[in-house]
């Protein structure tokens, strides 16, 4: 018996009618466009608004890595230079983090109210 699933893998190719394929699957895209109906205009969602929320959380998220470094960096500077090992290390780190999460709260805070304004276009 010779059919084409049995043809696989012996070097045979099968006989193919791409023009029959490209046919048949015109005419099924035809009966999905007349099934689905007429196409309508749903409002699109404001593409401005939804980079700046990702500038935003961009923002956020680099201010609070920045200060754990910058904070991190001075503790550990402060530590080789006045010999406080690890204490000055572990109160920079917190005061970097106190000023990383400061920032990201003032720019949450500055997206909010332009947003409330109607006003979220524009960066802080």
């Known amino acids: 018996m010779d059919t084409p699933s ?51 959380a961009y923002r956020v998220m680099v201010d609070m890595i920045a200060g754990l470094l910058v904070g991190g960096f001075f503790g550990y500077w402060l530590d080789r230079w006045m010999g406080w090992a690890p204490y000055a ?14 920032n990201a709260w003032r720019a949450i805070r500055a997206y909010s109210e332009e947003a409330a304004k109607g006003n979220g276009n524009s960066l802080p």
């Open 89 to 102: 290390l572990a109160g920079g780190l917190l005061l970097g983090f106190a000023a990383g999460v400061n």
């Open 6 to 56: 049995s043809n696989a893998g012996r070097g045979r190719e099968p006989d193919r009618d791409p023009e029959g394929d490209r046919r048949r699957i015109d005419e099924l895209e035809e009966r999905l466009r007349k099934a689905r109906g007429p196409a309508k205009d749903e409002p699109r969602l404001d593409l401005r608004v939804s980079h700046r929320q990702t500038g935003v």
